[in-house]
């Protein structure tokens, strides 16, 4: 499934850049992650802790970026498996500078799920999609605050 939108971000282009390039933000905004660890350059392991309706599991798996064009695209790949199935996540992003002070990201996430929770429905897992997509970037808008007002990462995230 494809999630497609855009998200308005108050900061540089440059800026929005390098949070969506920064690993701690990165663990910190991804909706259920649990762990995010570096095994190379924009590589990293990942579990993840997803639940869908009465399908809840454990995902282990790697999280890349790639295709990257400084400042103004690049790449999430997200692929994982768990009891419960697998999800593959391709998330391309295009960041735009809006004058100095704002970024619109236009992003095109392709979804793909199999196993158990693949059976919920596509309904259901393109709703929940969405929401996961929008609860990353609104985490990461929270993450940018926190940097602004000089607190320590991880107070402005989602989780």
Not at 50 to 60: F, H, I, R, S
Not at 63 to 70: A, S, T, Y
Not at 75 to 84: D, F, K, P, W
Not at 86 to 108: C, H, P, R, S
Request: net charge negative; with cysteine.
């Amino acid at each position: 499934m494809e999630i497609a939108g855009e998200f308005r971000f108050g900061g540089a282009q440059e800026q929005i850049w390098e949070l969506l390039n920064d690993e701690g933000v990165l663990a910190r905004c991804t909706p259920g992650c649990e762990r995010l660890t570096r095994i190379g350059e924009d590589r990293f392991t990942a579990r993840l802790q997803m639940g869908l309706a009465a399908v809840k599991g454990t995902y282990d798996g790697t999280l890349q970026i790639i295709d990257k064009e400084p400042p103004s695209a690049l790449t999430l790949r997200v692929e994982a498996s768990g009891t419960t199935g697998f999800v593959a996540v391709t998330g391309k992003m295009a960041l735009t500078a809006i004058g100095d002070a704002e970024t619109l990201v236009a992003y095109n996430w392709d979804v793909n799920v199999g196993g158990p929770i693949a059976m919920v429905g596509q309904r259901v897992l393109g709703g929940v999609a969405r929401w996961i997509v929008g609860d990353f970037f609104t985490a990461a808008a929270k993450e940018l605050a926190t940097r602004r007002a000089g607190r320590p990462p991880g107070e402005g995230a989602g989780q």
